[in-house]
């Protein structure tokens, strides 16, 4: 008796699942790979294929923790991970990432609790290697290199003309900071040695070995350049400044000379 009932039950089970399983559907956006600081939208879709779907709540999850829910068709932020915003309407609960940041990705799971069962479903947000701002600067004893909005982790290789300078033969100083949101703040100084040729620095991802960004390290203002922006020699020992004066003092000894 003991194993027909047993027998029943295991032939029950999967029938019971799949039943609740076709009383309410749910399906969420597919995984993505974003551009760093533009927007993602993640949309979960709640739908039954039998009667009539009473939602009684909906919620999004990154990495575990509630990021925005729906009850009774209201959304209610609970967790803000950075610029956000969600949107509900007809059974589908949209999470709108406006300017995706590296503290953004991760897992992301919509939950769904309704008259029909409850459900479950993932995806993913990752995002590209970039780099925002690259800046080169030179002063009279070094050089100094700084990559601004990073993601992810990156090492800085230093070229004078074709030739690569991080194989230790000039000193080299990286420091890197994380910045709001994730991104890295990485600045390397190169001591210079030579004055001719061009310097330029490139960061390589640690991740893939690409190189994400690179920037020339431009030439000092040359001295000329300098001297034309002062006020001229004629103008600074009081020489040039006569000449508006003798212009009216021989227009005044004209327009005597005609009234005579």
């Known amino acids: 008796m003991d194993y027909t009932l047993l027998h029943t039950l295991v032939w029950l089970l999967p029938a019971v ?10 399906s969420v956006s597919p995984g993505i790979v974003a551009e760093c600081g533009k927007p993602v939208t993640l949309n979960c879709d709640a739908s039954s294929p039998g009667e009539e ?6 919620e999004w999850l990154q990495n ?6 729906m009850d009774t068709a209201i959304p209610n932020h609970t967790h803000s991970p950075s610029d956000f915003y969600c949107e509900y309407k007809q059974g589908q609960l949209s999470l709108i990432l406006k300017r995706v940041k590296p503290q953004e990705k991760g897992n992301y799971t919509c939950k769904l609790h309704s008259n029909q069962g409850a459900l479950s479903k993932k995806t993913t947000v990752e995002l590209q290697e970039c780099c925002g701002i690259a800046e080169g600067v030179r002063t009279t004893d070094r050089l100094t290199c700084t990559f601004k909005h990073v993601y992810p982790d990156g090492d800085v290789h230093w070229f004078h003309g074709s030739h690569n300078l991080s194989d230790g033969s000039v000193e080299q100083h990286t420091s890197k900071q994380v910045e709001e949101g994730g991104w890295l703040t990485i600045r390397s100084d190169l001591e210079r040695k030579s004055s001719h040729g061009p310097y330029n620095c490139s960061l390589m991802s640690t991740t893939s070995g690409r190189h994400i960004a690179s920037t020339l390290v431009p030439n000092p203002k040359s001295p000329g350049r300098v001297r034309s922006q002062q006020p001229s020699h004629k103008a600074r020992n009081g020489v040039g400044s006569l000449g508006p004066i003798w212009t009216l003092l021989c227009f005044s000894v004209l327009l005597v000379a005609t009234l005579n």
Request: some cysteine; proline content about 0%; glycine content about 4%.
């Open 17 to 26: 699942a799949f039943t609740t399983q076709e009383l309410v559907r749910l």
């Open 53 to 58: 779907l009473s939602i009684k709540h909906m």
């Open 64 to 69: 575990g923790k509630s990021v925005c829910s």
